[in-house]
């Protein structure tokens, strides 16, 4: 996803290094250079502005222009920086409630991912030796019910069973006492998605949130549809209290940007990665992986 980036900031930084001596005004160059690079990326203007101006401070001092290696202080404050940008060092996994069941409340735009994504980490906990139930909340479209019930069955744990003519409250009540019942570890809740965030899906979401007073509330995100991520993200946020960002389609060769953006515009870790179709594609998130990345 930052192949492009990654070749512009290699050229920046094969440039600075090839000078050897560096005067405070190269520094400068290379960072106006990297400034557009990140923005061609597609990462937002605030953001791009407020990495840039802590990078100046950091690179303007006279240590880095006396250092042995110039160039590679450069480097290593730029990677700083976007470790920083993409929600620091400490990586953020889920989190469990300490009286089971855990419950993860996923949220998203229709298409964003999100039913897959909840398959998968059902795999994940699954793995880690958890017992877990997913319900699908999703009463307007059968399909996507089913679409759960066949995750379900690749990741080997159970799923609600579906019940026709129940409203998503009520599924997700029974989801809770089930999960009571059978002593569950976790809880997935997939609830609708729509094309738009609309007052009906919001109050929807409110509701099952109250009756399930969910221990993550986890936005899952297109990495693919850049700023509009972010701008779904933000909404979603000032109407539920998430918890946390999924971003799906890393894979994908999309400009990248945007996903960079999403943790400083939202104030949300991101915390899984989804990396391909398939139920084990989803990788926990680590800042400083991804920033290595993009460093090439
Ligand atoms: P929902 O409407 O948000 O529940 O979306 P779905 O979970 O049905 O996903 C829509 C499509 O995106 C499906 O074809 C998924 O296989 C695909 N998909 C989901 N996550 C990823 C991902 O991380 N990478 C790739 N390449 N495809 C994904």
């Known amino acids: 996803m930052f192949d492009a980036l990654t070749d512009r900031l290699s050229g920046v930084f094969d440039r600075l290094s090839g000078r050897g001596v560096l005067s405070e005004k190269d520094i400068d160059e290379a960072l106006r250079e990297v400034r557009v690079a990140l923005l061609e990326a597609d990462v937002a203007l605030p953001v791009v502005r407020e990495f840039i101006s802590k990078a100046k401070e950091r690179a303007t001092g006279e240590e880095v222009i006396r250092s042995i290696r110039p160039a590679d202080q450069v480097v290593k404050i730029i990677y700083d920086g976007l470790v920083e940008m993409l929600g620091g060092e400490a990586a953020e996994g889920l989190n469990l409630a300490l009286n089971p069941p855990t419950v993860i409340l996923m949220a998203g735009l229709q298409g964003s991912g999100k039913t897959t994504t909840a398959g998968k980490l059902a795999l994940k906990l699954a793995k880690d030796r958890k017992k877990v139930l997913l319900a699908s909340l999703d009463t307007r479209r059968p399909a996507a019910m089913e679409q759960l019930a066949m995750l379900a069955k690749q990741a080997e744990v159970d799923s609600l069973p579906i019940v026709p003519g129940q409203s998503a409250p009520d599924i997700a009540r029974r989801a809770m006492s089930a999960a009571k019942l059978q002593g569950f570890d976790v809880v997935i809740l997939d609830t609708a998605g729509r094309t738009t965030i609309d007052e009906a899906m919001m109050s929807e979401a409110a509701e099952i949130a109250k009756i399930a007073s ?48 999403m943790r400083a515009v939202t104030g949300l870790p991101i915390k899984f990665l989804g990396v391909s179709e398939k139920i084990d594609g989803l990788d926990a998130f680590d800042a400083r992986r991804v920033a290595g990345r993009i460093l090439g």
């Open 214 to 261: 969910p221990t993550e509330t986890l936005l899952v995100a297109d990495s693919l549809t850049g700023q509009d991520a972010v701008r779904t993200a933000k909404a979603f946020h000032e109407r539920l209290p998430l918890t946390g960002l999924v971003l799906t389609r890393a894979d994908g060769d999309g400009r990248g940007g945007a996903a960079l953006s």
